[in-house]
């Protein structure tokens, strides 16, 4: 029995009758559901209710699990935007769960094989398209209490489910590479060891393995290509069934939180898996094309392509910003997640035909009830005109700073890059928030998108060969390095001057003001061999190789994380003034090796040897209330020369003793007991030290 149901919510709703569907198009004539069988047998029952542009009817007699497509009759008309083509089966947007696969059969193209200007191709699809899963009414129990970590506490690991649970010997076969695995006690123990806060999950909504990846033997392992919102991806779980995928996600949320970890989300919500004019039609195309996506205004064939995968996402739409919110919404509230990190987030800002970067949505997002108290965090850019938005977020918002990332590997692998850009990066970057908080920025020196660290210092130019783009693929050059003898080395020397880079990386990281980020494997030496851009290598290229681990390097950034966490003046909240009582927005004094200080507002253009002193009891701030901290002193002796550099104390108008906890020059971090320093201090090349001070008695 089919009667009118409901407008909302959109997609299918299990109830104790049966199922209701409801699916918006603004083009469509009508709209079909196809139920499948076990044996794929389909039945379809044209929707009967109609409210504004939402389809919707109530199915009796069907039950969670039940699988489905959508079949949208309207206008092909692609040179007005519109594609409706009812021969395809299409996924339903809000679906929860999809299953099946995609083979790349020609009949998911419309318009024959990729030919945009071919007749069209109305040979069925439903054999090779994806279905949706009817989920069962959500049941909200109460669990395990979410760590709620604030900012100024968090270190953000950033890894792959797959990659870095798939090699790890101690976690069970048929658990590695899945949800569970990463929910092990393996690798829980690894985390808790680092003392990491948050792991932020590279993408996880259903994605799909581009064509071309599939007809070269390779696969889609970044994930930024969704062909959904909402539904998991199913290839990390290691249940069998749909609906057990989601069960395993949800263990896996809850057993992070009771280790004390936070589950960050890297969402894509700038572009889809459907490609351009000539890609496939797999869901929002054949529902409504000009709604979901942004086309050419004086071509509605073609896509208009600022986010360098074919197509973006209509974020202007008032159902595509709907469908964004209740995405987040759903991760949020019934997959219990707490943050997310928007790829190409500054896509979601853009408005109108100019696409104008305007911050209403993004405000909005922050606003909302369900998303008030969860991380957004911002990948600040896009290709589009002034595509760049660093800083430009809303209060509330954390920002991948890729000024922190290039600023300081160029101090550090550039023999004594810009000194002035080293120190406003290790102050939380308050040329860039200071209108906001350290918090805003996000500091990194590496990412999934680029070399790893031990790569970084290792290889001058990339190797990406066996991506199959006759290496072209990828940024072109490592340009912060010039090491003088590239790739792996038996070389005492080389090696030590490369451990010792390492360590300067991942310690000015550490004790910078703001929010660090790791990646996954750069504690261990994980190398990709050169690939720095292994978008496509779901294999050893990517995986995290555990038994390769380097247990001096892993106990480095555990000892890095813990003093971060013992002292808040390496993780303040508010932008401090300094020592002398002239409010200057990075709270920090600095010197050259003499001791000498650089006056307040003098433009720092020495490149090399530079001390960075981190007051710990500094009083005024930017609104002027006191923020007491009692905390130590703390500072950064930092020669990035080819040549030792003795360095001079500097006084801080206080009588205090000075303590050696950090020499990157050698493996160890916090030496038992500790050394005082005094006068003077030898830093050995290509290397820093951190010293910390304490008032006499």
Known sequence: MVTHGRPEPPGSTADSRGVNFAVFSSVAERVEVCLFDADGNEQRIELPGRTGTVWHGHIAGIEPGQRYGLRVYGPWRPQDGHRCCPSKLLVDPYARVLDGTIDWNPALFPSGEGDDHAPLNSEDNARHAMKSVVVPEPVIQAGVERPRTPADQTVIYELHVRGFTKLNPLIPPELRGTYAGLAHPASLTHLRRLGVTAVELMPVQHFVHRRFMVQRGLRNFWGYDPLQYFA?????????????????????????????????????????GEGDEHGSMLCFKGIDNAAYYRLVDDDRRRYLNITGTDNTVNAGHPQVRRMILDALRYWAGEMNVDGFRLDLAGVIGRHGAGLDFRRDFLEELHRDPVLADRKLIAEPWDLGSDGHQLGRFPAGWHEWNDHFRDDVRDYWLRRGGNSAALVMRIAGSPDVFEARAPQASINYITSHDGFTLEDLVTYEKKYNQANGEDNRDGMHTNLSWNCGFEGPSPDDWIRSLRDRERRNLLTTMMLSQGIPMLLAGDEMGRTQRGNNNAYCQDNEISWVDWTRAENDLVDFVAELCRLRKEHPALRRTLWLASADGHVRPDGLRYFDSHAKEVPVGETLSVHGPLEILLPGRDRSVFDRRSQWTNDADFLLLCNPRDQDAVFSIPSNGRTTSWWRLIDTATAAAIRAPLQRVSGVATVRAHSMIVLMGTEMR
Do not use: C, K, W
């Open 232 to 272: 998991l991806q199913r290839e990390y779980a290691s249940h069998p069934t749909p609906l057990g995928a989601l069960t395993e996600f949800r263990e896996m949320v809850a057993t992070l939180h009771g280790a004390g970890i936070e589950v960050i989300m890297d969402v894509v919500f700038n572009h889809t």
